[in-house]
């Protein structure tokens, strides 16, 4: 996408200056973002996919029967919504566009933004007055109203120590102060766009309310540290340590010597401190699936001259919901291909062409070892046959 084209989804910006004056800076609300929007689910759609075994859902109520801000967790049975009350409760469903191919189609509009970071669209249901309390987020989100109207109110960035009310199984803010003209009743197609840290409140205004949440992953740096350690600590030989060659005889057999200390911190860093291992790392967590389980390995091996068949035959493949592509070049013909927390060494242009959106079909059997692996990634459930994805 050309970063000096206004967008309407970002309010006539065009994603250049959307990122440099906004994305983690401030909070935008963008009125007709998507023009004439209709949700592709309506509210009884969504429960019902709450009810199904493997799918996220939570229920929140403010008034439960076992106390405030009650949260149940999915799957539901369909009498539980029977017995909700007519207002004040929110349904969430996690990673709708895993289960349907409409609500993933949005995610082709956030073009702008890298594709490896998009986490998933999360859509909310709630009757009048329904909310989640107001809160903090620690990602980007754009909050898409597909129906109904909700009304959203900020109140500023807020410390990470910001007291919560305690007791409950949300991290609901003790304190929440409007600031002066953040406060907006969304209509379907209207997007608020928030960064990491705004306090937040939405509480529904209509019987029909659902709001989508397309979400942004970003690991926290004590995860990225510690997932970081343990890549490399499995490619590292047992050879490498701590070593002191050339020491002076110390003053007290005791002490912690500042050069002793020194030689352990060249050690760390420069083992932690190698671009290459780096970019492999980064690849393959930030390709790894949400749901793990959702990937459904084949139970035999494909074979190869089959699958070149099929494909010559007009077949295509397609990437299994919820996998994710990415890809790094290694010099000027070769690339990692990363998918769903794997690394595969290939042919940049192959890469490039698994990443994208052209079409999984027999041109991909033009580049050297592509049959090779496609199959691969038909036995590990990150692609699989169109028709039968149909």
Do not use: N
Not at 230 to 244: H, I, M, T, V
Not at 305 to 312: C, G, M
Request: proline share 8%.
């Amino acid at each position: 996408m050309a970063s000096d084209t206004p967008l309407p989804l970002l309010g006539g910006l065009t994603p250049a200056e959307f990122l440099r004056d906004y994305w983690q800076r401030q909070p935008l609300l963008i009125r007709g973002a998507f023009a004439d929007f209709e949700s592709p689910l309506d509210p009884d759609e969504l429960a019902g996919l709450a009810c199904e075994e493997g799918v996220e859902a939570r229920l929140v109520e403010e008034d439960g029967p076992d106390g405030p801000w009650q949260v149940s967790h999915g799957p539901f049975d369909e009498a539980v919504f029977g017995e909700l009350p007519e207002r004040d409760w929110t349904l969430l469903v996690q990673a709708v566009d895993h289960y349907v191919p409409e609500v993933a189609e949005l995610l082709d509009r956030f073009d702008f933004l890298p594709r490896w970071r998009l986490d998933d669209v999360m859509i909310s249901y709630a009757p009048p007055g329904g909310s989640v309390g107001p809160h903090v987020d620690q990602y980007d989100v754009f909050l898409l109203q597909g129906s109904g109207q909700r009304r959203w109110q900020l109140g500023g960035k807020v410390a990470d120590d910001a007291p919560i009310i305690p007791g409950i199984d949300l991290r609901i803010l003790e304190r929440f102060d409007v600031e002066p003209g953040d406060d907006w009743v969304l209509e379907p197609g209207d997007m608020l766009y928030l960064p990491p840290g705004w306090a937040h409140h939405g509480v529904s205004q209509s019987d029909d309310c659902m709001t989508y949440s397309v979400g942004f992953r970003a690991p926290s740096a004590d995860e990225a540290i510690t997932s970081y350690a343990d890549y490399l600590g499995e490619q590292l030989p047992a050879s490498l340590r701590f070593g002191d060659a050339g020491m002076a005889p110390p003053a007290d057999p005791a002490e912690l010597d500042d050069a002793s200390l020194e030689r352990m911190r060249r050690l760390i860093l420069d083992t932690l401190d190698d671009p290459a291992q780096l970019a492999q790392w980064f690849g393959r967590v930030m390709t790894q699936p949400k749901y793990v389980d959702q990937l459904v390995p084949s139970e035999t091996p494909t074979d190869v001259d089959e699958l070149v068949a099929r494909l010559q035959e007009g077949e295509e493949l397609a990437r299994s919901p919820g996998s994710r592509f990415a890809w790094r070049a290694l010099g000027e013909h070769r690339a990692t291909l990363f998918v769903d927390g794997d690394g595969i060494e290939c042919l940049l242009p192959l890469a490039t062409a698994l990443t994208s959106d052209t079409p999984l079909d027999a041109e991909l059997l033009a580049f050297d070892g592509a049959a090779e692996l496609l199959a691969t990634l038909l036995d590990s459930g990150s692609l699989t046959w169109y028709e039968e994805e149909e």
